[in-house]
């Protein structure tokens, strides 16, 4: 049977205003008595009635996470679910429910109707549909992954350019002459960034006269095992390749290991990421680590600040990305 206050009340010898006051965090109960009531509440097994609170609040205790990439991102995509482990460290201990938006219905649905408190938005892209209804609209929002420069919203991202940068730098210490670099699409900014990064890297180390070529798909293994068939059958084919994410990384592998190509020996590789997987790989996979969880950690505590504030404060957040040196570089000699 459920366990309601007056239960807890009758238990503990006071009112039910005073276990009210006391659950809701509400002054005019001791520390004592509070501690006291809160234990009992947990050892009871007493749930506070969600809906109710919300109705007395005007809220409705849902947090919307919008994917415009589509319920595929979700289901194959490692970044998304270690960001929403971060997100959970900081929503689920406050009782919001999730609501996944995938699909442009069920977009319409969260931004036009009063659905959720606030939105937590994923790796958008130049072109995504409701961006500038979002930003100019009420509901509290923040962008996790990525970020547009042309939209007013607080964002939590990594340091992508810094990161590739570093990774391309890496490379040509190891006497790396012929780089290239296995992109995602320039739709997305993480790509641009990544594309910049490659191309001053080069020029740096005065490789660009040597080989530059740089190609764009999307960010999943597939492409990966495509683009690197592309650039393995050219007549002078890299000795490494950069990859914008590690789904990329592991299709180059797999691409590799179809031609008899060994990697590092024959191929060096360099990911992004530094998704679960990627130290089981074989070789292990060297790669550019982005604190994902610490990422929605951040995003989530972003927004739950800007719901309760009701503000719509300008918010960037870069993360510091390392490079995580594994087996798949090699030291290249002409």
């Known amino acids: 049977m459920k366990v309601k206050i007056i239960d807890l009340a009758k238990s503990l010898g006071t009112s039910t205003s005073t276990v009210s006051r006391a659950l809701n965090d509400a002054p005019g109960v001791s520390d004592e008595l509070r501690a006291k009531i809160v234990k009992a509440a947990r050892d009871m097994g007493y749930m506070p009635d969600q809906g109710a609170r919300n109705l007395v609040k005007r809220t409705t205790g849902n947090i919307g996470l919008y994917v415009p990439r589509g319920l595929f991102f979700v289901m194959s995509n490692p970044f998304f679910a270690q960001v929403l482990l971060g997100i959970s460290d900081v929503i689920d201990d406050m009782g919001y429910n999730y609501i996944l938006s995938t699909?442009?219905?069920?977009?319409?649905?969260?931004?036009?109707?009063?659905?959720?408190?606030?939105?937590?938005?994923?790796?958008l892209r130049l072109g995504d549909p409701y961006i500038r209804e979002l930003e100019e609209g009420s509901i509290p929002s923040v962008i996790v992954g990525s970020y547009n420069p042309t939209v007013e919203m607080p964002s939590v991202r990594p340091d992508d350019y810094q990161g590739m940068y570093e990774a391309v730098n890496y490379l040509a210490e190891m006497g790396h002459k012929r780089i290239a670099l296995l992109n995602g699409p320039l739709s997305s900014f993480k790509s641009v960034a990544c594309l910049d990064a490659y191309r001053r890297s080069l020029m740096?180390?005065?490789?660009?006269?040597?080989?530059?070529?740089?190609?764009?798909?999307?960010?999943?293994?597939?492409?990966?095992?495509?683009?690197?068939?592309?650039?393995?059958?050219?007549?002078?084919?890299?000795?490494?390749?950069a990859c914008a994410n590690d789904l990329i990384a592991m299709g180059v592998y797999r691409a590799a290991h179809e031609r008899g190509l060994k990697i590092p020996d024959d191929l060096s590789v360099v990911g992004f990421g530094d998704f679960p997987a990627a130290v089981y790989l074989s070789p292990g996979l060297t790669t550019v680590h982005t604190p994902m969880r610490e990422m929605g950690y951040e995003a989530a505590k972003v927004l739950v600040e800007r719901m309760k504030a009701g503000s719509a404060t300008e918010y960037k957040a870069l993360f510091k990305t390392s490079l995580v040196v594994r087996e798949s570089v090699r030291k290249f000699e002409e």
Do not use: C
């Not at 699909?103 to 937590?120: A, C, E, W, Y």
């Open 103 to 123: 699909s442009p219905l069920q977009h319409r649905k969260m931004f036009r109707t009063n659905l959720v408190d606030g939105i937590i938005m994923f790796a």
């Open 204 to 241: 740096e180390n005065e490789l660009d006269d040597i080989y530059e070529k740089a190609l764009s798909g999307e960010f999943v293994a597939e492409w990966g095992l495509e683009g690197a068939n592309l650039l393995l059958d050219d007549k002078e084919r890299p000795s490494a390749i």
